[in-house]
């Protein structure tokens, strides 16, 4: 069984600020031990549940920030970006399930830890008419492979983004309870490794009871920029349609295609 790993920072256990998550703060060192005993533990479930080949993509900021020193001798590491920039690079049919570490609640959520969607460019993301945040861009990402997402680990918020969006068959892994946006009531990470561990071992056991998530193609692609300059940007695109001052669509084939446009929308609004 193969099993691929896609891992955030954000809704890592004990981080609860995003200044932690920068490569220029004090404890970002920190924060990537952390990172990277997380993924252990989401490892050493997979394994526990009968996985072959473990595959992890360092998903977040310049994904360069899991020590492979200290990474697990039986995974393997995507470190940095394709040009896609999408967050789960690298996965494709040969693998039997997705496993989400370390994600955080879509943009604008209420009290969901350090909430945004990809970067402080966009204010919003919708499919088909449905906001979504990096969990169901990652998870139609994958379901485009046919490649189900089983488990995510997280705030309390994510989890119940999981449940709304993508669907309550997906087990979540709560590791801290977010009481404001970076104000956080954290478990000791010795314990939240065990929950991890545990919880993804039972969701693989599960695994061909969930259903890949897809949705309906053509996928609308909808995106809200922070500026009217970024919006016109994005759409210069051919295909692209400006919706208004802020907002840009697109039509997309399937999930791994509606993430890339998401990245492209993310990289031009950038230049603004």
């Not at 997380?38 to 479930?45: P, R, T």
């Not at 966009?122 to 485009?144: F, K, M, P, Q, T």
């Not at 983004?161 to 997906?170: C, D, K, L, N, Y």
Request: contains cysteine; aromatic residues 4%.
């Amino acid at each position: 069984m193969q099993v691929f790993i896609s891992a955030d920072m954000e809704g890592i256990s004990g981080i609860a600020d995003a200044g932690m998550t920068e490569t220029s703060h004090r404890h970002y060192a920190r924060a990537c031990e952390l990172m990277t005993r997380d993924v252990n533990a989401a490892i050493e479930g997979a394994l526990g549940a009968g996985a072959t080949d473990i595959v992890v993509k360092d998903a977040h900021g310049d994904a360069r920030n899991i020590i492979i020193e200290k990474l697990h001798p039986r995974a393997r590491l995507i470190a940095g970006w394709t040009p896609d920039v999408c967050m789960a690079d690298g996965i494709g049919p040969d693998f039997a399930a997705l496993v989400l570490v370390g994600y955080h609640a879509r943009v604008g959520t209420p009290g969901g830890t350090i909430s945004h969607t990809m970067s402080g460019s966009l204010r919003g993301v919708w499919y088909n008419g449905v906001a979504v945040g990096e969990s169901a861009i990652s998870a139609a990402h994958a379901g485009a492979y046919g490649v189900p997402l089983v488990c995510v680990t997280g705030d309390q918020a994510l989890a119940a983004e999981v449940g709304e969006v993508i669907g309550p068959e997906v087990a979540a892994v709560v590791v801290k309870e977010a009481l404001r946006r970076e104000c956080v009531r954290l478990r000791p990470p010795e314990e939240t490794w065990g929950l991890i561990r545990d919880g993804v071992a039972e969701a693989l056991s599960c695994s061909a009871c969930v259903t890949p998530f897809h949705p309906t193609p053509p996928i609308e692609v909808r995106v809200e920029l922070r500026s009217a300059d970024q919006a016109a940007s994005c759409a210069r695109v051919p295909t692209v349609q400006q919706v208004d001052d802020l907002t840009v669509a697109a039509t997309a084939a399937d999930g791994h295609q509606a993430a890339r446009l998401v990245s492209l929308f993310m990289d031009l609004a950038a230049r603004h």
